[in-house]
């Protein structure tokens, strides 16, 4: 039996497809430099494929070999100042210049992460498990949720919820203390029977 890289269930070795999703077994990331599925991180964390990317990271879904159970970790990985060649885990920065920027931005990161992390078991907030430094850089394990970004949302259909999206943003707003936190695509819209939720995934 195997697990597959993209819903993390469970199938049998003679298939190459999932038969739960229809993830090809050895599929490239469609973002070259994101780590490729398979890697372990900290010795317990089982990297999948790519749920999401912006300017500041890139989130994973993933298996906590621990817990057994499906997680999502996102990666600090600042496009401009860092790249990393296919295939390989550590990151490199793109000058040496971008050094004192990358530190003070992942320390940032981190921070976020702890503070996030204080609204665990919170309405509408994603739960933080863990915060870890491997790879030259930061790693945040966190509850994974299935749902659309608040960005595709806004892009795909009419919002009729938006007064409880303005009330939530705003709550967040109390303890976010950087400006690109304040990006749609840090937001989840989840649809759940006749109720829907917005969660913040930093």
């Not at 996102?74 to 100042?81: I, W």
């Not at 931005?105 to 078991?121: P, V």
Request: hydrophobic residues 40%; contains cysteine; positive net charge.
């Amino acid at each position: 039996m195997k697990r597959c890289l993209n819903c993390m269930e469970i199938y049998k070795d003679e298939f190459d497809v999932c038969p739960f999703c229809g993830f090809i077994e050895g599929t490239e990331p469609e973002i070259a430099y994101a780590l490729p599925p398979g890697t372990v991180i900290a010795d317990r964390y089982i990297i999948g494929t790519v749920i999401g990317a912006g300017g500041f990271g890139i989130t994973y879904v993933a298996w906590d070999t621990k817990l057994e159970i499906k997680i999502a970790i996102k990666e600090y990985f600042p496009t401009g100042l860092v790249n990393r060649v296919p295939e390989t885990l550590p990151i490199n920065l793109t000058g040496m210049n971008n050094e004192p920027a990358y530190r003070k931005g992942m320390q940032g990161f981190i921070a976020e992460a702890k503070a996030l992390a204080k609204f665990n078991e919170s309405s509408g907030v994603v739960n933080v498990f863990d915060c870890i430094e491997a790879n030259g850089t930061a790693y945040i394990i966190m509850e994974y949720i299935r749902g659309k970004s608040l960005e595709d949302l806004l892009k795909t259909e009419r919002v009729r919820h938006s007064k409880n999206i303005l009330a939530f943003v705003s709550m967040m707003a109390k303890w976010q203390r950087t400006q690109r936190l304040f990006q749609p695509e840090n937001y989840l819209w989840k649809r759940a029977c006749r109720s829907c939720r917005l969660f913040c995934i930093l």
